[in-house]
T-cell receptor
Framework: TQLLEQSPQFLSIQEGENLTVYCNSSSVFSSLQWYRQEPGEGPVLLVTVVTGGEVKKLKRLTFQFGDARKDSSLHITAAQPGDTGLYLCAGRGYQLIWGAGTKLIIKP | DAGVIQSPRHEVTEMGQEVTLRCKPISGHDYLFWYRQTMMRGLELLIYFNNNVPIDDSGMPEDRFSAKMPNASFSTLKIQPSEPRDSAVYFC??????????????FGPGTRLTVT
């Protein structure tokens, strides 16, 4: 069974700080997606990474896919209250496997 | 362009009652997914359709759950009879073409179901 573990489960930091959240598995994925979910809404896709070692940037967010395509990280620089939400990773195996998410709170 | 539409947004019902959740996918999308989200289990895929045909229903918890897609613009998820452990937020999502594991899924706002 393919599993995706996200860490930390919960993170609360002050505005302006940097942070990194992780998505790990013992399985190899063909690609991996990161979604952000705000309260009362459905998840929204942020990025898809496909190649081992790939790095993608979305403004202050930097996504990296591990060389072995088993893990990924999301780094946020100078976090803002608008970054608050649940961050979900989803890996493509024989089907799409979802992590449990990291709940991120950025305090003003 | 309207996104995925779900109704109702909130549903409160008593144990044993039938519950029907509705979804209208984005026009032109050929994949439709039903998910359940809880604090304990996170986001779980229940079933997905391709061109109105159910492809994988292995995530449907038990026979009390059923899903239909009579046409390209409408799908239902039915729970009969409902139980308190079915309380969760149910999401519908749709995507266009290709592998459902690669292409972006567009989620609806969800239906928050509470079974008392």
């Amino acid at each position: 069974t393919q599993l995706l573990e996200q860490s930390p489960q919960f993170l609360s930091i002050q505005e302006g700080e940097n942070l990194t959240v992780y998505c790990n598995s013992s399985s190899v994925f063909s690609s991996l997606q990161w979604y952000r979910q705000e309260p009362g809404e459905g998840p929204v896709l942020l990025v898809t990474v496909v190649t081992g070692g790939e790095v993608k940037k979305l403004k202050r967010l930097t996504f990296q896919f591990g060389d072995a395509r088993k893990d990924s990280s999301l780094h946020i620089t100078a976090a803002q209250p608008g970054d608050t939400g649940l961050y979900l990773c989803a890996g493509r195996g024989y089907q799409l496997i979802w992590g449990a998410g990291t709940k991120l709170i950025i305090k003003p | 362009d309207a996104g995925v539409i779900q109704s109702p947004r909130h549903e409160v019902t008593e144990m044993g009652q039938e519950v029907t959740l509705r979804c209208k996918p984005i026009s032109g999308h050929d994949y439709l997914f039903w998910y359940r989200q809880t604090m304990m289990r996170g986001l779980e895929l229940l079933i997905y359709f391709n061109n109105n045909v159910p492809i994988d229903d292995s995530g449907m918890p038990e026979d009390r759950f059923s899903a239909k897609m009579p046409n390209a613009s409408f799908s239902t998820l039915k729970i009969q009879p409902s139980e308190p452990r079915d309380s969760a937020v149910y999401f519908c999502a749709s995507s266009l073409g290709g592998s459902p594991a690669v292409n972006e899924q567009y989620f609806g706002p969800g239906t928050r179901l509470t079974v008392t």
